[in-house]
């Protein structure tokens, strides 16, 4: 809240300006008040992360729409998002957003991973075997990662980038966690990398009574 209301003040001030420099100089403490504000959320997310809203979720549709929001970004990274999920998937119940917010911050770190060489980025989802439980997977073709940043990845505050506060794989692996699964990692220098959401936990999808379908 304070930081909403400095930035709240800030636009009102570059908004009276006349001064092109001033207006600039503006924009500019308002840019960093948003850095602030990001870096503030994650910090929350990570230290509290808020309690699963549970939902009986078409997971099919869940990645389809995912991509075409993100299509834009990844475009002007020269990155193509492409979905593949198993035939005839089931509603599973989980919750939407969070799983959503996962899967952004992983589908945007493969297109920052390619440094805007192109690539390809797949979404992909699947059942257990038993269609208990279900998997989903990000997959780049990108230089992939050492063994050593493999293994330090999900630590808090650990990046690789020039840019980021190092909580975004911490937070998304702590929301698979509030979903009974768990997030993994596999890569090899020059291979790409592919992430691993294993949730056994969303459980079969026609026990779930009283549940409203999103």
């Avoid at 209301?5 to 006349?18: F, H, K, P, S, V």
């Avoid at 840019?31 to 503030?40: D, S």
């Avoid at 078409?58 to 593949?84: G, I, K, M, W």
């Amino acid at each position: 809240n304070p930081v909403a209301g400095l930035q709240g003040a800030l636009e009102i001030l570059r908004d009276e300006t006349a001064d092109p420099n001033h207006r600039e100089l503006f924009e500019q403490m308002i840019g960093e008040t948003r850095r602030v504000t990001e870096t503030l959320q994650s910090l929350l997310h990570f230290a509290r992360p808020a309690r699963p809203q549970m939902d009986l979720t078409n997971v099919d549709a869940l990645l389809r729409d995912l991509a075409q929001l993100t299509a834009p970004s990844l475009a002007r990274r020269r990155a193509r998002l492409e979905v593949e999920t198993a035939p005839d998937l089931p509603r599973f119940v989980l919750d939407p957003g969070q799983i959503r917010q996962v899967l952004v911050n992983l589908v945007n770190n493969a297109a920052d991973a390619m440094e805007g060489n192109g690539g390809r980025v797949v979404l992909r989802a699947t059942t257990f075997p038993d269609g208990g439980g279900l998997i989903l997977g990000v997959e780049d073709d990108g230089p992939g990662m050492s063994p050593e940043v493999a293994s330090r990845i999900f630590e808090p505050f650990f990046t690789t980038k020039h840019h980021g506060t190092g909580l975004g794989l911490a937070v998304a692996r702590s929301l698979v966690a509030q979903h009974g699964g768990r997030l993994e990692v596999r890569s090899n220098p020059g291979s790409g990398t592919t992430f691993l959401i294993v949730l056994p936990g969303v459980g079969y999808p026609e026990a779930a009574s009283g549940v409203v379908a999103s």
